[in-house]
């Protein structure tokens, strides 16, 4: 056998190990299969170093590849013995791998393994099982190495029972000593029961697998979406930064322009006028020489000759002094254009907030929202604080407690002039900006007030500058004894109790304000579900106006009462 084994290498190509197919022999003595070899050197070629795969002996140039006849038809002569070629290397058991129990010297890979014999058999071993009637009973498995796991540590018995009360294999035997009177099935019954089980969880895996896949090829879309989106974006905004800074340099030269030809217009004016003067003044330098010498003049009958032929002064063009406008030339244009950039700034300052707001926002993921919060404890996590702005005060309005207090006045305040100053009502709104999730309470003393949000861009004078009497905000009403909520002159009644203290809530981006009457309890007021679509700032409106009425914007700080629960 062991002369045959011998004989099989032989005649192996070293490269497929298989039996040499149409063999070549080269140069170095080895034998290939000409495909083999072939393939081989084609993966060479752009080396151009040809070897041999056994000896590594070099041939340039490449060698032609003959058939070696000999060789070939002793190869046919093997095959038709009805022998095989010897196990390829990858058959042999590795360490990796269960190995044949019955195989000597060189284990190889086993085939199969017997629950009853708990052995591993290699194919050439196995045939017995599959031949002899004998082993019809067995039972056959994938190779596995844990085959003495299935033997009872305590009975050395094969384990074919499964106890569900202990939830773990017995045998027989244990099943009528400790495990008596547990319920006890067959290891195959269990199994048919959790194969079950295991085959719904695989259809559920399966479901999601195609799920996520599903998800995968979404989410690998919307990346190249958002790719593209944020590509034409930046071109987008590029081109509109350009156009801008086109714009503000094409008024920059216009402005210069208009200076220098007003300056041209001026200074020729200047220069008439000079020319004017001076051609007087030697006009009158002349008159004057004339004037000096008839005056020197001895003879009285000449001078009175002289005295008559005199022609008479020619008026003056000008007035006795020339005067000039105050000396700020174009200084006033450089005010008016310091003014714009100061309105400018502001205006892309507000601008920029809604720009960072709308880049903010861009939300692909659809992940569920935060809850809103629960108890007073929670509302204080958002807790913003705010400060009004002097600039948008009515001027009977009187600001303190640094910007967080406001107070009716009986007299009006010396506020400058401002475009952005609220002047038909007694409102007043908050210098920063309101964004993400913010919360603050206001409390209040008089005859009545609203607890307001609002966009900036509405009227700051006409009757729809009312805080909730345009589309722009939204109020909460509330006076001595009722409360009613106004947004687009739409009036709601949200309750007949006295409120002296509002909280307020703002989800910007879920478009949600809630309203909340605040004392030893949280009461939900009145709750709106909108969509914001500009960045919003808070206001208060006195309404039944009186002298000492105020709203004050209230610190929050945590105390032992905050675990007071919404109701």
């Not at 029961?193 to 896949?213: A, M, Y």
């Not at 322009?257 to 007003?262: A, E, G, M």
């Not at 001076?278 to 009285?300: G, P």
């Not at 604080?385 to 009515?394: F, G, H, R, V």
Request: proline fraction near 3%.
């Amino acid at each position: 056998m062991a002369g045959v084994q011998l004989h099989r290498e032989t005649f192996s190509c070293s490269i497929c190990l298989d039996l040499l197919k149409d063999p070549v022999a080269l140069n170095c003595g080895h034998s290939f299969c000409k495909n083999c070899i072939k393939d081989h050197w084609d993966s060479e070629e752009q080396k151009r170093i040809y070897s041999c795969p056994q000896c590594r002996e070099i041939f340039t140039p490449r060698p032609e590849l003959k058939k070696n006849t000999m060789l070939a038809d002793l190869v046919e002569e093997l095959k038709k013995t009805g022998l095989h070629t010897a196990p390829a290397h990858h058959c042999y058991a590795g360490a990796e791998d269960v190995a044949c129990d019955f195989c000597t010297g060189r284990k190889l890979k086993a085939l199969m393994s017997c629950l009853v014999c708990l052995v591993s058999y290699c194919e050439e071993h196995l045939q017995p099982h599959h031949q002899s009637p004998a082993f019809k009973k067995h039972k056959l498995v994938e190779p596995s190495k844990n085959l003495q796991e299935n033997i009872c540590p305590h009975h050395n018995k094969m384990m074919d029972l499964f106890c569900r009360t202990d939830k773990q294999c017995i045998c027989s035997l244990c099943s009528v000593d400790e495990h008596k009177d547990h319920d006890t099935v067959s290891a195959a019954a269990e199994r048919t029961h959790k194969q079950r089980d295991l085959d719904l969880s695989r259809e559920e895996i399966q479901q999601r697998l195609q799920d996520r896949d599903r998800d995968v090829k979404v989410l690998q879309q919307e990346r190249k979406t958002l790719t593209l989106s944020a590509d034409k974006a930046v071109e987008d905004t590029d081109e509109s930064f350009a156009e801008m800074m086109l714009l503000l340099q094409r008024r920059s030269s216009d402005v210069k322009q208009q200076i220098r030809s007003k300056l041209d217009t001026e200074a020729r004016r200047v220069r008439d006028a000079e020319e004017k003067l001076q051609q007087e003044i030697t006009e009158l330098k002349k008159r004057e020489a004339e004037l000096k010498q008839l005056s020197l003049t001895h003879d009285h009958n000449q001078f009175l000759l002289n005295y008559r032929s005199l022609s008479a002064l020619s008026p003056s063009t000008h007035s006795s002094t020339i005067h000039v406008r105050p000396l700020r030339h174009f200084e006033d244009v450089t005010v008016a254009v310091a003014k714009v950039r100061g309105q400018l700034q502001d205006f892309l300052t507000e601008m920029w907030t809604n720009i960072s707001l709308a880049v903010a926002e861009v939300d692909v993921l659809l992940t569920e929202p935060e809850p809103e919060p629960k108890t007073r404890a929670e509302f204080f996590r958002y807790s913003q604080e705010i400060k009004l702005d002097p600039n948008t005060a009515q001027t009977r309005l009187l600001l303190s407690e640094g910007n967080r207090k406001v107070t009716t006045m009986d007299k009006n305040q010396s506020y400058p002039d401002r475009t952005d100053r609220l002047t038909r009502y007694y409102q007043v709104m908050s210098k920063e900006s309101l964004t993400g999730r913010c919360y603050w309470e206001v409390e209040w003393t008089g005859g009545g007030v609203s607890v307001a949000l609002t966009y900036k861009n509405f009227s700051r004078s006409g009757p729809e500058s009312l805080f909730g009497y345009n589309d722009k905000s939204w109020a909460l009403y509330c006076y001595q004894n009722r409360c009613l909520f106004v947004h687009n002159n739409i009036k709601t009644d949200v309750s007949d109790v006295t409120v002296s203290r509002v909280g307020v809530y703002l989800d910007h981006r879920a478009g949600l304000l809630s309203f909340y009457r605040v004392s030893d309890t949280m009461t939900l007021l009145h709750k709106v579900q909108t969509t914001f679509t500009e960045t919003l700032y808070a206001g208060v409106c006195f309404l039944c106006f009186s002298p000492g009425d105020t709203a004050e914007f209230c610190k929050l700080k945590s105390s032992g009462v905050l675990s007071a629960a919404v109701s």
